[in-house]
């Protein structure tokens, strides 16, 4: 594909020049085992992108050892859940399975890059410039905008701060957060079905917040 394909296509999916979307970004470790995390994927030119790992992940470790990753497009609230916090699951709900490529198989779109450009942005983050070296799109249709879906990955999102909060003595921030949880809740209780997925995710994080909340 030419440069000014990846462009297009980019552009396509709404990667949009200093916008921020949320991926799912496979990554693999020195001992040769793939690794799925939510990453916020930062486009910053024609073919670039960015992305900024704290260094106490898997993802930064990862990085470092093999460039090569791939970030993989969904709206899945349950493909979020699962790879933010392996190891649970919910109703129906399993890891994903991910094909010796790098792919997620159940995600509709996947842009292999290559991460070499490291860089140091703070003493806990940094930054990897990532160049694009293919990129695939599962044909699809046309999906219309769920605020349940989006309010359900904004929690997803919250809880996982929440939980290093919990453990840095935060209170004040938990605080913040689980406030901000709240609010996402309301939504996806007013607009997702009662069995949606949204729902389901919801559900699991209020059990999760309980259960951190006890080991404080
Ligand atoms: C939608 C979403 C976006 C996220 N973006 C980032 C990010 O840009 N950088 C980061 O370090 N963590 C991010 N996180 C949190 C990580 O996914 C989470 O800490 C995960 O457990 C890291 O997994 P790993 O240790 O396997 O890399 C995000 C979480 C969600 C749900």
Redesign the pocket.
Known sequence: MTRSGFRRLLDVMGFYRGG?S??I?T?VSPDGFF???????RRTSDETLE????K???????LIDNSNACINVTDNPGL??V????GKSIDGLHEPVIDKEMRIITSVAHIFVDTSRGRDISRI?ANFTCQVKGIEVKKMMPRSFSRGKAEA??A??H???IE?FLKERRMGDVERLIKSFAECKDVVWRVSASDSVEIKVIREIEKMIVTWKGKV
Do not use: C, H, K
């Open positions: 921020i949320e991926t970004l990554t690794n799925a995390a939510p990453m916020g994927i992305l900024r790992p704290y106490s992940s898997s993802t930064f470790t990862n979020f859940f790879t933010a916090f392996r983050q990955i904004e997803i999102i809880a996982t701060r290093v």
